[in-house]
Every structure is written in structure tokens, then in C-alpha cells.
């Protein structure tokens, strides 16, 4: 996954978008957005979908590693995070919910609570805003994670630490956080 952002990234450097003063933030957290939207919905349905559900061949489970299972998505996705994350790339991003199975991934900062509350309200919008953190402005951008298969609604739906169980395909289930310093 670094190398397609980084790919990305250097597309929108020799493209010439702001020459003088660099990609518009937003621009930017666009482009990351649409490289971890598109490995994450590719791995979602041409893997978990078609391997567990379809052809019943592997299961996807949370303790995937103890029952030689696959990742769940949303595990594939924040295993990407946290090796961006390691590398210092210049940003993170992270999968949150306001309905979060796992504690971890609910909101932190006010204004993703914000964010996310927005991207619920307004489907198919996303929410952008910038905050400061420790000394550090931050730009935010939250993206709306949409269920875009049976796997992700069953999965929430019958998990038995799952705050809501009332999902349907095409719902925001939380948000894409993407997060660089200005």
C-alpha cells in the first residue's frame, strides 16, 4: 500500500497542481483516501467475499492468526495503518465508528467526533476540518465507510460487542480518518 501512495503522491507532485504553494491539503487527503478506499473494497470483496462467502473455502474471522483464517477487512486496514504509521510517511489514517466493536477505534479528538457525526448525517459527504494537537495543526479528513458487502453487515450485525446490530448494505458504518500536519 506505501508504494501506491507514494505513487499517488508523485503523480500529484508532476501533475502541477499548486506549483507555488503545493497540493490544497484536501486534494491531497483525496488521493490517499482513494488509494486506501480501493486496496481495502479489492481486498473486501475479491478476497473476503469470494473466499469465505462464495466459495466457502477459508473463513475471515476477528482471531483470524489463532484459526488460520483471513484478516477481517477492517484488521487488513489498520495492519496498513500501523506500518504507514511506523514508516513516519508524513500522515496516518485509521477506520473509526462511532459504533465500534473494538474500543480502540471510536473517536479521539473532538473533531472527529465531529467528522464523524457529519458523515452520518449527510451521506455520501465528507467532512474535512483542521485542529491542533500537542503543538502540531493538523488538516482532518473524514470519509464516510460505507458497508459495501454482506461480510462487513453480518459481521457487525451479529458480533456480540457490537453497540448497534441494525446495519444494511449501503449504510455509514463509521469513517476513513486521515490525518498530516500543515
Avoid at 500522515?91 to 459504533?99: C, I, R, T
Avoid at 464516510?144 to 456480540?160: I, K
Wanted: glycine share 6%.
Amino acid at each position: 500500500m506505501r508504494s501506491l501512495i507514494s505513487i499517488v503522491i508523485s503523480a500529484a507532485l508532476l501533475s502541477g497542481c499548486g506549483e507555488k504553494s503545493g497540493i490544497a491539503p484536501e486534494r491531497m487527503a483525496n488521493a490517499i483516501f482513494a488509494v486506501i478506499e480501493a486496496d481495502r473494497a479489492s481486498y473486501t470483496n475479491y478476497v473476503v467475499n469470494r473466499l469465505a462467502n462464495e466459495e466457502k473455502v477459508i473463513k475471515a474471522e476477528e482471531h483470524w492468526k489463532d484459526s488460520k483464517a483471513l484478516p477481517l477487512p477492517a484488521q487488513m486496514m489498520r495492519m496498513g495503518a500501523e506500518r504507514v504509521a511506523e514508516q513516519e510517511s508524513g500522515f496516518n489514517y485509521a477506520l473509526l465508528s462511532q459504533w465500534a466493536i473494538n474500543k480502540q477505534n471510536k473517536p479521539r479528538t473532538e473533531l472527529e467526533q465531529q467528522g464523524l457525526e457529519f458523515i452520518n448525517e449527510n451521506p455520501g459527504e465528507n467532512f474535512y476540518g483542521t485542529e491542533t494537537l500537542g503543538d502540531t495543526e493538523y488538516f482532518t479528513a473524514i470519509y464516510p465507510d460505507v458497508a459495501v458487502s454482506p461480510a462487513c453487515v453480518s459481521c457487525h450485525n451479529e458480533h456480540v460487542d457490537s453497540p448497534r446490530t441494525d446495519f444494511e448494505i449501503g449504510d455509514t458504518m463509521g469513517g476513513v480518518v486521515i490525518r498530516f500536519p500543515l
